[in-house]
């Protein structure tokens, strides 16, 4: 893509007693929506913090269009944040929260003023412009927050799960003024977040953080296709994971024997020999049901335990002979040809090639 | 439910009692204040405001009421300006001995007002600072930081905790962000805190009196006035002096709840 | 507090920190160590001298007047703990649990007033209200009772203390009891508590920190306070306070004062120590 903007040189954070951030190696790319992701306490907000300068690496740099950053104080970079908590300024009308930055960087009342008006205007709240941050609604007051950030026209933008305080309606219509504003203005966007449909849905590349570490780094389609590990397989979409040792290997598959039967599954990226231990995932929604025993190399024989409705989408949970979970994915009008009466006595199918072989870390 | 009606008028008049018993003296006072008799009784005597004429044409009570003035005003700035410190260090930093740091602030309501008068009046005369309008200024100022600070403390837990942080994040520097987004929020109780010092300054006697010599403030003069016979100048200057504490506490409280009044902004 | 950038040595923080330190030391620790030095000290012909010597304190731990005062003190200042703890707590009760949220806010709003307004005054007020052809004296001539003594007794003494203490029990009780778990409540009437015995059984253990506090306060007060005994009670038997006062004041003795002071602070620490532990003292057994 681009030229990287900000290096993660191999950064570490410890608290005390704990470590916050293992170690951290990666770049953050000129010009793209990076979503950093994870579950609670996984360090990513404390990466973003080191970012900002409010949190001090232990060890390692961090370099920001190749300057290193350790040492900078945090009103000294040019790292704007917006808060999940959105910190507005109580005692300041929206114009004058929006005109904070500026009032700190010296710029006169008067640009100051127009700059911010500006922005209230794109952001289409400039009818606020006078009004007590307390009058605003949770909508109203993202965009203050947000406008308040980029009048500084930074290079880069942080952004700390700044959705999270929002209705669910107001979250997409957010996501998609957010992606625009990105594409638009072209700054780089380095977005923190717990929920996979947000980072997924807005971001070029995603950072998927686990226990301090960094557990996948890729497109969105990448890791949803091709999980690299157990951790991330878990973690992102519905995915359905066997384990086993392999049985045999071929040119380009194997059969990995398990629990619930043998199955094929393609030789790739990651080496296999046999008798070893490996692990491989299909997604939910690549698996196919039937009334009676499909032809093919992988089936299980399962009995329906729920379905789930979101939308249009429905999941079911089936259960095998030997008790292992699977997860089927489709849509509603599809699901409506089957008769799932016979509860019992459902077939599942998948192609060798829809299983992806996990990394064993 | 009969029980519970009855029992409801009974505990309403209770509180009734309670609060009759906590302003009797104060209405007290005001009614006597106004009274002809010498000796305050009833059947009253006839409207009178002799008492007030009295008080306003005597030198000393118009002495001691600028000393207590001064001594108020200055006391609030100083104890005020210390409790802001001490509640912004408490909020803002962790560090060691920070446990006896709060200690040294929070002690002095607790120990005896005629203790701290006769420590007071040694260790100032010792240092050869006793008897002067800063000697008051300067115990009153330790008696009341107390207050500032809880005051003050309470006003900082209602600030959004990356308020602060979310300043420097946008080119403030820790002067800069203490000025621009720490005061304009402390505002109302900082407000609240002067006043609140100023009241209780005000209407302290035990240490003013052991230690003010001859810079006498007004409660010093209602003390010497009490410790004769009886007088009912007393009361009209209590009247005063009620008139003026409750003016500055109900201000305190006020500032200190303006939180819910969206008008006040600051 | 979220965790902030602190650099090894911050003028900043230290210009924040220091005023309290260097204040407090001067006029706070100082004042209150040079009065326990000065405890030692010697007088001779009405002038202090420094010096080391115990005599202070074995002429006035050996007085029998100054055990009696002791004892005295604490007997008045436990009657008094007792009194605003139960004259308060049916006012208390009533503003807790029958008033509205906003009458509560009134009524607390009332009461701080009293307590940063002149003692003296009010004590002065009493004193004319209570005295042999006061106010009080006069209403029960009508109905054809007293006259009855009232100043100079203990009674006198206590209604003086009432007036010093009581605001803030009420306040501090209704404010503990205010702040309960009252689905507790209703769980044990549902369980077939009795209404009264709800307040034994659950309101009092549920409020015990916040009315030990209270009691706590209101013992300090009354222990430390001079004006009430002196101008109310006549000072008959004179508490530890009015000791310090005499000595200082007329005596000069300022030595001996001390000791009655750091006597005084002692017993204070005692029993606001015993009280805490007390009042946060988990169950046997419990972490």
């Not at chain 2, 300006?81 to 509640?87: D, K, P, Q, R, S």
Request: with cysteine; aromatic share 12%.
């Amino acid at each position: 893509m681009s030229a990287p903007l900000v290096i993660f040189d191999k950064v570490q954070k410890h608290f005390d007693d704990f470590v916050a951030v293992k170690e951290l190696d990666f770049e953050i790319r000129e010009g793209e929506f990076l979503a950093i992701m994870g579950p609670s306490g996984c360090g990513k907000t404390t990466t973003l913090r080191m970012l900002a300068g409010l949190e001090a690496p232990t060890t390692g740099e961090i370099r920001l269009s190749g300057q290193v950053m350790n040492d900078v104080r945090p009103h000294e970079r040019d790292t704007p944040l917006v808060w999940q908590s959105l910190a507005l300024f109580p005692f300041l009308s929206a114009r004058e929260n929006v005109e904070f930055g500026l009032k700190m960087g010296g710029v006169d009342k008067a640009e100051r003023k127009e700059r911010a008006l500006k922005w209230l205007d794109k952001m289409q709240i400039l009818e606020f412009a006078d009004r007590d941050i307390s009058t605003l609604s949770g909508g109203q007051k993202q965009r203050v927050a947000l406008a308040r950030s980029l009048v500084m026209e930074p290079q880069i933008l942080l952004l700390d799960e700044p959705l999270s305080a929002l209705d669910a309606h107001l979250v997409i219509r957010m996501q998609a003024v957010l992606t625009d504003l990105q594409r638009e203005l072209g700054i780089t966007f380095v977005y923190v977040t717990h929920s996979q449909s947000e980072a997924f849905a807005m971001a070029d590349r995603v950072v998927i953080m686990g226990e301090g570490e960094i557990a996948q780094i890729g497109t969105p389609k990448d890791i949803y296709r091709a999980p690299a590990n157990q951790f991330v397989a878990e973690f992102v979409g519905r995915n359905n994971i066997l384990s086993g040792t392999v049985a045999e290997l071929a040119q380009d598959t194997a059969r990995i024997t398990t629990p619930s039967g043998d199955f094929m599954v393609p030789v790739n990226e990651v080496s296999l020999s046999q008798g070893q231990n490996a692990s491989f995932v299909i997604s939910a929604d690549l698996v196919h049901i039937a009334m009676a025993k499909p032809d093919g190399e992988n089936t299980a024989h399962c009995r329906l335990i729920s379905e789930e409705f979101v939308g249009s989408m429905v999941t079911l949970f089936l259960e095998d002979a030997k008790g292992h979970e699977f997860k089927v994915q489709m849509q509603e009008r599809e699901l409506s040809s089957f008769d799932l009466k016979s509860s019992d006595n459902i077939w599942l199918s998948w192609d060798t090639q829809s299983a992806h072989v996990l990394n064993e870390s | 439910m009969n029980q519970g009606r009855t029992l409801n008028v009974l505990l309403t008049l209770y509180v009734g009692l309670i609060f009759a018993f906590v302003f009797a003296p104060i209405i007290f006072s005001l009614i006597f204040s106004f009274n002809s008799q010498r000796f305050p009784t009833i059947p009253l005597g006839s409207f009178s405001t002799e008492w007030y004429q009295k008080i306003l044409s005597d030198a000393d009570v118009w002495e001691a009421a600028l000393n207590s003035l001064i001594v108020s005003c200055s006391t609030a700035i100083i104890a005020t300006f210390l409790g802001f410190c001490t509640a912004y260090s408490d909020y803002r930093y962790n560090f060691r001995f920070k446990g006896p740091y709060l200690a040294l602030i929070l002690l002095p309501p607790t120990i005896p007002l005629i203790i701290m008068a006769l420590a007071m009046l040694a260790w100032f005369s010792k240092i050869g600072m006793s008897g002067q309008i800063y000697s008051i200024i300067i115990a009153h100022s330790v008696l009341t930081a107390p207050f500032a600070m809880a005051v003050i403390r309470l006003r900082l837990n209602q600030m959004d905790p990356d308020l602060e942080a979310a300043a420097w994040n946008l080119g403030g520097s820790e002067w800069a962000t203490m000025r621009h987004v720490i005061i304009p929020f402390c505002k109302p109780a900082i407000a609240s805190g002067l006043f609140l010092t100023a009241a209780v300054s005000f209407d302290e006697f035990a240490v003013s009196w052991f230690v003010s010599g001859l810079n006498k403030t007004l409660p010093v003069i209602i003390l010497e006035i009490v410790q004769g016979n009886i007088d009912p100048q007393v009361n009209a200057i209590g009247t005063f002096v009620f008139l003026i504490s409750m003016t500055l506490v109900v201000l305190a409280q006020i500032f200190f709840a303006s939180r819910q009044l969206k008008s006040i902004r600051a | 507090m979220p965790t902030k950038p602190v650099r090894k040595f911050s003028l900043y923080a230290l210009t924040w920190r220091l005023p309290i330190i260097v204040w407090q030391f001067v006029f706070f620790v100082g004042p209150v160590l040079f009065m326990v030095a000065m405890s030692f000290f010697l007088v001779k012909n009405y002038r202090m001298t420094e010096a080391f010597e115990f005599v202070n304190w074995t002429k006035m731990l050996s007085r029998g007047y100054f055990w009696d005062s002791y004892w005295y003190t604490v007997m008045i200042a436990t009657a008094s703990t007792v009194c605003a703890m139960l004259l308060a707590f049916p006012a208390a009760f009533a503003l807790a649990f029958r008033a509205s949220e906003t009458t509560r806010r009134w009524a607390i709003f009332l009461l701080i007033i009293p307590f940063f307004t002149s003692y003296l005054v009010r004590t002065f007020s009493w004193f004319v209200i209570l005295s042999e052809s006061g106010v009080v004296n006069a209403m029960l001539g009508y109905i054809g009772l007293g006259p009855y003594t009232m100043l100079n007794t203990n009674f006198g003494t206590l209604v003086g203390y009432m007036t010093l203490t009581l605001p803030l029990v009420v306040i501090l009780q209704t404010v503990t009891m205010a702040n309960i778990d009252k689905t507790l409540i209703e769980a044990a009437r549902n369980l077939g508590c009795k209404p009264l015995a709800t307040i034994w059984q659950v309101i009092i253990p549920l409020s015990k920190t916040g009315l030990i506090i209270a009691a706590i306060f209101c013992f300090i007060l009354s222990f430390g306070d001079f004006v009430a005994p002196f101008y109310l009670g006549g000072s008959q038997e004179p508490t530890l306070p009015i000791l310090i006062l005499d000595t200082t004041k007329s005596g000069q003795q300022w030595p001996r004062a001390a000791v009655v002071a750091i006597m005084m602070m002692g017993t204070l620490f005692a029993v606001a120590f015993a009280g805490i532990a007390l009042a946060y003292r988990k169950r046997k057994g419990a972490k």
